[in-house]
């Protein structure tokens, strides 16, 4: 128990522990470890973290959102006759759509994207190829670690490797990730809280001297200027291990609210650029009898979601952070009565939000013989258009670069790591979807 203590203490703070010691001075590792050497005069890229919800269950989150209300065809989506569920009007980006009222509650609708695209497949152990892209990413490498072997560097954090909260299976370079449950992470963290937390002043006081004395020989005035606007404070240093003993507290097993906490703090110490987790929206749905849990899980669903939201804004993190959800497939939108839901390969909706993404909805859906799939997509405005220059076989991946560049990840690596494969395309970044040229 000793060695794996151990061995996770090391995956979370790096050798020698240089990620706490990051969090406890307030600066990046590559500054930390040689601010001499480190291009303190440069601004760093604009980048951010990413935690992603995704799951093999095929959630029918794609059933209820923006973009699925008020169609003008003859086919109609199916919702949940629950109140709970009544279509409400929302505002993104100062255009009102119907959606299912649980995502009226959204405390960040400001920067809410709901991306409607297809995932081509229809088979829950088709989840690994759909975060693969299904066949579109150089190596079969996932678009989840594709982004986190470049935001590493830029981001400064402990691995490059994503970490996976949840049991879906995570793989980074041809290697599966090993899960952390939330469980485990916080009988280590609490187990040290009394020990190393509480000596991060004291931590912070070495490395500042340190560097001082570093700087004071050998450093360049915009280093001294880089280390005095950026070195966290004596008082901030404080509240760090009662911020992080509170938010453990909260953490009492494996469930999404526990998830979603411990993504928030892993993301507050730097240890990744990705955390996976999983927020349920329905599940499996095929028997779902009045679509009750479809409705249920939508409203849970949105409250986790809330909940991280505004975990992320008490560590002053939300900026710097986007949220993300890519399943397997979605379900089926106008077949039957309401007595559950298919699988679907034609349609899902992935919810981004995130500072870097335009509130609003991307893309949209078509008649596809009895049912809805996803309409092509205009790459300049992001609306659904008839002949949009990127059908619905290359969706998947426009979302997938679309994502990349809002997270800061240069066109150009997206464009070498996600090329198109048999049957599908590599898609192309959708600039309506962003805020800004990233």
């Not at 929302?90 to 920067?111: F, V």
């Not at 329905?282 to 979601?305: P, R």
């Not at 992001?382 to 997938?400: K, M, Q, R, W, Y």
Request: proline letters at 5%; charged letters at 15%.
């Amino acid at each position: 128990m000793t060695t794996r203590r151990n061995f996770l203490l090391t995956s979370l703070f790096g050798a020698g522990l240089v990620g706490l010691r990051s969090l406890a001075t307030g600066l990046p590792i590559s500054f930390l470890l040689n601010p001499t050497r480190a291009m303190a005069d440069e601004p760093p890229p604009a980048a951010q973290f990413l935690i992603l919800s995704t799951s093999g269950t095929g959630d029918p989150i794609n059933a209820n959102a923006p973009g699925t209300y008020d169609l003008t065809f003859a086919q109609k989506a199916l919702h949940p006759a629950s109140d709970a569920m009544a279509a409400t009007p929302i505002s993104l980006g100062g255009k009102s759509w119907n959606a299912a009222r649980p995502w009226s509650t959204l405390t960040t609708l400001d920067r809410t994207q709901f991306f409607h695209h297809a995932t081509l497949t229809n088979n829950h152990s088709d989840q690994q190829k759909v975060m693969s892209l299904m066949g579109a990413t150089k190596n079969n490498e996932m678009a989840v670690s594709i982004y986190s072997a470049y935001l590493q560097t830029v981001l400064g954090t402990i691995q490059a490797q994503p970490i996976a909260l949840d049991r879906e299976v995570i793989t980074f370079a041809g290697a599966t990730v090993p899960r952390l449950a939330p469980s485990a992470l916080t009988r280590l963290l609490a187990a040290e809280s009394a020990g190393l937390f509480t000596d991060l002043q004291k931590i912070r006081d070495a490395d500042l001297n340190r560097i001082n004395d570093v700087l004071k020989a050998k450093g360049t005035n915009v280093q001294r200027k880089y280390l005095d606007d950026y070195a966290t404070t004596q008082t901030q240093v404080r509240q760090i291990p009662q911020d992080l003993q509170e938010l453990l507290a909260k953490i009492r097993g494996n469930e999404a609210d526990d998830q979603a906490t411990a993504a928030a703090i892993l993301i507050k110490m730097k240890v990744s650029p990705v955390v996976v987790m999983h927020v349920p929206f329905g599940g499996d749905n095929h028997s779902d009898d009045k679509l009750d849990d479809e409705s249920d899980q939508t409203v849970t669903g949105v409250a986790t979601i809330n909940k991280l939201m505004a975990t992320l804004k008490s560590l002053g993190i939300q900026d710097q952070v986007t949220f993300a959800t890519l399943n397997v497939f979605g379900r089926s939108l106008a077949q039957g009565a309401l007595a559950g839901r298919s699988h679907w390969s034609n349609h899902h909706t992935a919810l981004v939000i995130g500072k870097p993404f335009k509130p609003g909805v991307i893309g949209g859906l078509v008649p596809i013989g009895d049912d809805l799939g996803a309409a092509p997509i205009d790459s300049g405005s992001g609306n659904a258009a008839d002949g949009g220059d990127i059908p619905a076989v290359d969706s998947l991946g426009s979302f997938a670069k679309t994502l990349g560049r809002g997270l800061g990840v240069p066109q150009a690596v997206l464009d070498e790591s996600i090329r198109g494969g048999a049957g599908v395309g590599g898609g192309k970044t959708v600039a309506g979807a962003l805020v800004a040229t990233v």
